[in-house]
């Protein structure tokens, strides 16, 4: 498919993106020509390298001031530019991160506190509602921290969504989590949580 037809299309009155398996260029492209009117970007694409990632998160932040709703990958080393997006996107009030867990092909592994960190330091006050899409969950430890930061904000509504390929080690049957978010949820910290597991038979 060719898509240079779409690089320098203008698209001023675009309000809802949705796109899959579109070229890192032609995806820039048609965000920076939008005149800045985009409230909802929903990117299903999980295998964008760290500078096409970067430049993904860059085009939002720079021409997405009146963003309400947001799905991307973040990779461990643009958690950075996930806190420039916060920052410049005032008006966001759901997040939906999908996380990459690369390191099983030889990456590092994901620095959940230095998300956390970001996400209570620089969300905007609009931001309500957060999704999390992983495979490794995060350690218990790291999700106290979490919560004890975002005490006093709104009440958050969490869901995770951990993609697991061998069925174990999964956050739902530790209930030391469940017992923490039961905790959050009478603090007030925590407003609803659902947790959901997508199993698959690896290959």
């Known amino acids: 498919m060719t898509w240079n037809y779409l690089e320098n299309l203008s698209l001023p009155f675009l309000q809802i993106l949705k796109a899959q ?37 860059q085009a939002i932040y720079r021409n997405c001031p009146n963003l309400k709703y947001l799905k991307l990958l973040f990779r461990n080393s643009n958690i950075l530019e996930l806190e420039n997006l916060l920052i410049n996107c005032q008006g966001l009030s759901r997040l939906y991160i999908i996380i990459d867990n690369s390191y099983y092909y030889g990456g590092d592994l994901f620095d959940w506190g230095y998300l956390f960190e970001v996400l209570t330091k620089s969300s905007p006050i609009s931001l309500f509602k957060i999704k999390l899409q992983f495979d490794e969950a995060p350690t218990l430890e790291s999700l106290k921290i979490f919560f004890d930061n975002w ?4 009440s958050l509504s969490l869901q ?10 999964l956050l739902n049957w530790d209930y030391r989590y469940l017992d923490l978010v039961d905790e959050c949820k009478t603090n007030g910290i925590i407003k609803k949580y659902k947790h959901d597991v997508w199993t698959f038979q690896g290959f």
């Not at 070229?23 to 020509?33: F, G, M, S």
């Not at 005490?151 to 709104?154: E, L």
Request: glycine share 2%.
């Open 21 to 57: 398996r579109i070229p890192v260029e032609v995806l820039t492209n048609i965000i920076k020509n939008t005149n800045n009117n985009l409230i909802k970007i929903k990117i299903e694409e999980v295998s964008h390298c760290e500078i096409h990632n970067k430049k993904i998160i």
């Open 151 to 154: 005490k006093d904000r709104h």
């Open 160 to 169: 995770t969504l951990q993609v697991n390929s061998d069925g174990v080690n």
